[in-house]
């Protein structure tokens, strides 16, 4: 059974950093195309940065530039980095497969970034 266990979030002010952490299991990881997602208050969740088995990256068009999404392999890890934060990047953060049908859908961590 695929599982994802997210970790790193907390309160943070605008313009500080924080780095997400996302261990898997039940899965062939270096064959996987992982995504972080975040559903913020009162909206859907989506889908924010993702990297390819090959290490390709792709992001939303509002965190480009102040996310950096990366994975280790040997360690069952994918990590986001999230720097320059603003109040709208609030929300709780999901890792989880692209084709997120063929995964599940952990916890999630909590991020909240404060004007």
């Known amino acids: 059974q695929v599982q994802f266990v997210e970790s790193g979030g907390g309160l943070v002010q605008a313009g500080g950093s924080l780095r997400l952490s996302c261990a898997a299991s039940?899965?062939?990881?270096?064959?996987?195309?992982i995504g972080w997602y975040r559903q913020a208050p009162g909206k859907q969740r989506e889908l924010v940065a993702s990297?390819?088995?090959?290490?390709?990256?792709n992001y939303e068009d509002s965190v480009k530039g102040r996310f950096t999404i990366s994975r280790d392999n040997a360690k069952n890890t994918v990590y986001l980095q999230m720097n320059s934060l603003k109040p709208e990047d609030t929300g709780r953060y999901y890792c989880?497969?692209?084709?997120?049908?063929?995964?599940?859908w952990g916890q999630g961590t909590q991020v909240t970034v404060s004007s």
């Open positions: 989880n497969l692209v084709r997120a049908d063929l995964g599940s």
């Open positions: 039940g899965l062939v990881f270096r064959f996987a195309h």
């Open positions: 990297i390819s088995i090959a290490g390709n990256t």
